[in-house]
C-alpha cells in the first residue's frame, strides 16, 4: 500500500501516470497475493486504495486493470493456501499453514461455517470473501469436508471477482467524492476498516448485553 498511497499523494507533475501504473499493477498484485497466503496484510483497503488512484488517472481502462489484477491475486492466493492445506490434511504431522488456518478459525466459526457449507454448498464459498473473517473459516470448511482443488477453485473464482467488485466500488465512491486523491484514500481506508470491524464489534455488543 506505501506505493500505492504515494501515487495518490504525489503531484503527477514529479510521478507521470505511466510510472505510477508501472510500479502500482505489480505492487498490487504482489501484497494481494501476499495477503491471501499470509492474512495479515489489509487487501481490501489495497484494492480500495488503488481504485482510487485509478479514478483519478486520464489512462483508459485504469479501473479494469485494478480489477483484473486484484481479483486474478486473490484467486491465485487462495487456490495456493487450499493447495497448501490439503498438503497439511495428508501429512501425518500437519503443516504450519494448516496450523496457521486453524488458529483463524474459532470453533464457533469454523462449525458454523461447515454447517453453512454443508446446506448452501457453493454459495458459501462465494459469500465468504465479502464477510469480514469469513474466508479461512470458509476454507478451513472446504478441507475438512475434502473438497477437491477443481470444486473449490470453480467457486472461489465468482468469490473473487466479487470481493474485488465490492472494495473497487468504495474506491471509486471516495476518489469520486473528494477532488484531491489522499483525501478519497484516506477515505476509502476509513471505510474498509470500519467494514471490518463491524461483526466483532456487534459480536462483543450483542455479549455485553
Known amino acids: ?25 505489480p505492487s498490487l498484485f504482489l501484497l494481494v497475493l501476499i495477503g491471501a497466503l499470509v ?22 481502462f485504469s479501473l479494469a486493470m485494478v480489477f483484473v489484477t486484484a481479483s486474478l491475486a486473490a484467486f491465485l492466493g487462495d487456490a495456493a493456501l487450499y493447495w497448501l492445506g490439503r498438503r497439511g490434511m495428508k501429512s501425518k504431522n500437519g503443516s504450519r499453514w494448516l496450523a496457521a488456518l486453524r488458529a483463524r478459525a474459532p470453533e464457533d466459526r469454523l462449525e458454523q461455517a461447515q454447517t453453512k457449507l454443508a446446506e448452501h454448498g457453493v454459495a458459501v464459498l462465494v459469500l465468504s470473501r465479502l464477510v469480514p473473517a ?54 476509502a481506508i476509513a471505510l474498509t476498516v470500519l467494514i471490518s470491524a463491524a461483526p466483532s464489534v456487534w459480536k462483543r455488543v450483542r455479549s455485553d448485553r
Request: with cysteine.
Open 1 to 25: 500500500m506505501p506505493l500505492l498511497a504515494a501515487s495518490a499523494v504525489t503531484p503527477a507533475s514529479v510521478v507521470p501516470e505511466s510510472t505510477q501504473q508501472a510500479i502500482g499493477y
Open 134 to 187: 469469513g474466508r479461512i473459516p470458509v476454507m478451513l470448511a472446504c478441507l475438512m469436508a475434502k473438497w477437491p482443488m477443481r470444486r473449490f477453485w470453480r467457486g472461489n473464482l465468482p468469490a473473487c471477482l466479487a470481493w474485488a467488485v465490492t472494495y473497487q466500488l468504495i474506491g471509486i465512491l471516495g476518489g469520486s467524492l473528494f477532488a484531491e486523491p489522499w483525501e478519497g484514500v484516506v477515505a
Open 39 to 60: 492474512p495479515v496484510i489489509p487487501t481490501g483497503a489495497l484494492v480500495s486504495s488503488a481504485a482510487v488512484v485509478a479514478v483519478h488517472q486520464t489512462a483508459p
